[in-house]
Every structure is written in C-alpha cells, then in structure tokens.
C-alpha cells in the first residue's frame, strides 16, 4: 500500500511540476504580436443604466450628445416606447418603473437632480441651436 501511495504522489508532482515550468514575459514597449492583450483594458465599459420611460421625444432632447452625456454622468437615460407597440409598458407599469428610478435618482444623484437636468437641458439647446426666446 505506501508503494501505491508513493506512486500517487510521484505522478502528481510529475503532472504539477508543469505548473512552476511556466515563463513569463518580460515587459517591453514595443509592440509583440505574440503578447497577451488584457481584454478588459480594451474593452468599454458596459454599464447598466437606469431608464426613464417616456411616450415620445418632446422635452427630453432625444440624440443631443450633450444631454444624453449629462444624463448617463447622473446614471440614467431616458427610453423612448411608442404607446400600443409590443414590448412596451402599459401606463400603470409605466408609471411605477418611472417612480422606482426616480426614487433611485433622489439617493444617487440628490434631491435636486430634475433642477440640475432641467437647467443642463437649457444649456444644451442653447450650445445645439434647438432654443430660441
């Protein structure tokens, strides 16, 4: 039996052994095509934002980069969904996904985040050229 376990354990260092052998690169600044790319360095940020739900694009500037910027900085963005279309909230369904961001919005981005939106709002159809008065 300790003949078996010695065998055992010789296998597994030899298997092991494999694992200490291993190299690594050294760091150079030139460009290897041979070296590892870390993918997450390269790749975006996905990150999961907040919706406002609304039933069509008056008063939110829908596609104005400065806004859509502002409001992803605050951690949500408004969503567009045309009434009787499939895959759209009815209105009571609406309303309490609307409310739960909103109340999220009011920990996240303080109290006074609908002023700050609306003032940046202004701001942004000034520098577009979309207000006028």
Known sequence: MSLRLLYII?????LSSS??????MPKTNSIDANAKVD????????KRYKTIIKNDTKRILYGNKCFEEF???LGFKYEVQNKNTSGSL??????FHNA???????FT???WWKLRVNKKKKD??????????
């Open 39 to 46: 993918k997450k360095k390269e790749r975006p940020d996905k």
């Open 71 to 73: 409001t992803r900085s």
């Open 90 to 95: 009815n209105g009571p369904a609406r309303f």
């Open 124 to 133: 942004c159809r000034k520098l577009s050229g979309d207000f006028v008065g």
């Open 19 to 24: 694992v200490f052998a291993q190299e690594t």
């Open 10 to 14: 010789f296998i597994s260092l030899l």
């Open 100 to 106: 739960g961001t909103k109340t999220a919005l009011f």
């Open 109 to 111: 981005a303080w109290p």
